[in-house]
Structures are given as C-alpha cells and as structure tokens.
C-alpha cells in the first residue's frame, strides 16, 4: 500500500470538505450566494484536481467577498500554500458575517 499516495488523497478530501464547509457558512449568511452544484469534483489527473481547487477556490473567495467579507489581503495563491493563517482568518470572517446575518434576519436554520 503506497500511504504517500492514501495521505495526498485524504488531505484533498479534508480541503473539499472544508471548501464545502465554507460554502455552508456563506449560504447560511446570504442564501443563494454559492452554487454548489458549481463545485467541481474531478477525480480526474492530477493537474485536473489543482485545476478543480483552484475553480473552487476562487468561487469561494469571490462569493466571501461579496457577502462582506474583509478579506481583501488574502490571495488565492496563500489558501492554496495552505497559510493556516489566511484560512483562520477566513474563517473567523465567514463565522462573523454568518452571525451577524443569522442575527439580523432571525435565521434558527443548521448549516447542514
């Protein structure tokens, strides 16, 4: 069993999954904003899935922006580089524009 290989595959499900946690929160906040129908899944080449990644990315920045979110710093390339910080940072932004609209418009409904 190559685990080199297992150990690449499970932290592209991990990023996925948090990919989709954040499309969650943002939907959550503004309904609508995120297409997740629009996430890709490629399970092609490798070149395929970084190209996937960085779709899915760019969504999810650019759909984080247009809800509110401050992130004018973060790049595509630092979330990719996997800066825990830039993705701390958005996370705390996602959690506080969730809030703040969950507050606003008496929203009880889970993110999942």
Do not use: P, W, Y
Not at 40 to 69: F, H, M, P, Y
């Amino acid at each position: 069993m190559n685990f080199a290989a297992v150990g690449l595959v499970v932290v592209e499900i991990m990023q996925l999954n948090l990919l989709l946690f954040c499309s969650k929160l943002i939907n959550l906040s503004v309904r609508g904003t995120v297409d997740e129908r629009a996430l890709s899944t490629v399970e092609g080449s490798r070149d395929q899935r970084q190209q996937a990644k960085v779709d899915n990315l760019t969504l999810a920045l650019e759909s984080a922006r247009a809800i509110g979110c401050q992130i004018d710093d973060m790049t595509l390339t630092a979330v990719l580089k996997e800066d825990k910080n830039i993705i701390t940072q958005l996370l705390v932004d996602l959690l506080k524009v969730c809030k703040t609209a969950c507050s606003l418009h008496g929203s009880r409904s889970s993110i999942i």
